[in-house]
């Protein structure tokens, strides 16, 4: 007879389990720190040998969702908050490469490690690090550790910056700025700029998807640096997100269906982020390290106080959606 033990493993083992209970979860609730809770507590008590898909999964089922939050905003609001947080965005990205790169000979970090770190800091996570370790002729080993340690900062945010932002008292607007620029992957961001309202949730996805524009051209000089052939992938979710506003700006008529495909997006980023906490369990935790998480953990409170600071002081282009 088999053991509980035995039973869910061989649950969890399988792929349509993960998708079944994403499915219910994106039906269920509109709130990604559910989803992605679910999600680590099973692949740390169970486990996930499922982890090869469901992460192939939850990257196109994220640039789905990003998409459909698309059809919620106007173009032309999204163009001219994009346009205003432009600069911002280059002096933050250029600062996280500048400190990281200062910590990383701080804590005696090899340099590919640190600067895919650092990179998935300034940029945006998962992607940053998976454009920037080609282009520098990263290893395995380094990438894996770096999307680790990203990965686990930033399911950090999602739980830890919606109560932070009420009891600093963070307008809408100073949220999604501030989620945009110091959270690591747009998930989160996205997941909790929804938490704390929809205002925060139009700043924040459009000021996130600002930075991730930045993934081409820091990438490209990690490869010259590096004197590597490689080449950056276009993040072509971006401007899925661009044509869902402009298909929306464009026929208002249909306000309440892309109202229904924008709400769409919310729930399905709940079962986006069960399979993402899937994809950390007891494996990835081990051959993260102490240093590399504490230089990573570093950097990221260093930059998110900075940013807060600017947000507070009033240092930051006038966004309206």
């Known amino acids: 007879m088999e053991t509980n033990g035995t039973f869910l493993e061989r649950t969890a083992g399988n792929k349509y389990f993960w998708f079944a209970a994403a499915a219910a979860l994106s039906v269920i609730t509109p709130n990604p720190a559910v989803g992605l809770a679910l999600g680590l507590a099973i692949a740390l008590t169970v486990g996930n040998p499922a982890q090869k898909e469901t992460s192939a999964a939850s990257k196109k089922l994220l640039q789905l969702s990003v998409i459909l939050l698309g059809f919620g905003m106007r173009f032309d609001a999204v163009l001219k908050v994009g346009a ?151 993040q072509w979710f971006l401007l899925g997100f661009l044509l869902a506003a402009l ?31 899937g994809g950390l369990g007891r494996a990835e935790l081990k051959k993260i390290g102490a240093k590399p998480l504490v230089m990573a953990a570093a950097l990221w409170f260093i930059i998110s106080c900075l ?4 947000v507070k002081l009033g240092f930051m282009p006038a966004l309206a959606l």
């Open 84 to 234: 205003a947080s432009l600069w911002v965005t280059l002096i933050s990205i250029s600062a996280t490469l500048a400190i990281g790169s200062a910590l990383g000979k701080v804590f005696g970090i090899e340099r590919r490690l640190a600067v895919l770190l650092s990179s998935g800091t300034a940029i945006c996570g998962g992607s940053a690090i998976a454009a920037m370790a080609p282009a520098i002729s990263a290893s395995s080993v380094e990438t894996g550790v770096a999307m680790a340690v990203i990965f686990l900062l930033n399911g950090i945010a999602l739980f830890l910056f919606p109560p932070l932002g009420h009891l600093i008292g963070l307008t809408q607007e100073q949220f999604g700025f501030w989620a945009a620029l110091a959270i690591h992957d747009t998930s989160s961001v996205v997941g909790a700029a929804s938490i704390y309202g929809a205002a925060a949730l139009a700043i924040g996805a459009t000021v996130k998807l600002t930075r991730a524009l930045w993934i081409l051209p820091v990438s490209y000089l990690g490869a010259r640096l590096a004197k590597s052939e490689a080449k950056a992938k276009f």
């Open 247 to 277: 298909v929306r700006s464009l026929t208002p008529q249909f306000g309440a269906l892309w109202d229904a495909g924008s709400l769409a997006g919310k729930h399905m980023m709940t079962g986006t982020l069960f399979l993402i906490g």
């Open 307 to 310: 940013s807060l600071a600017a």
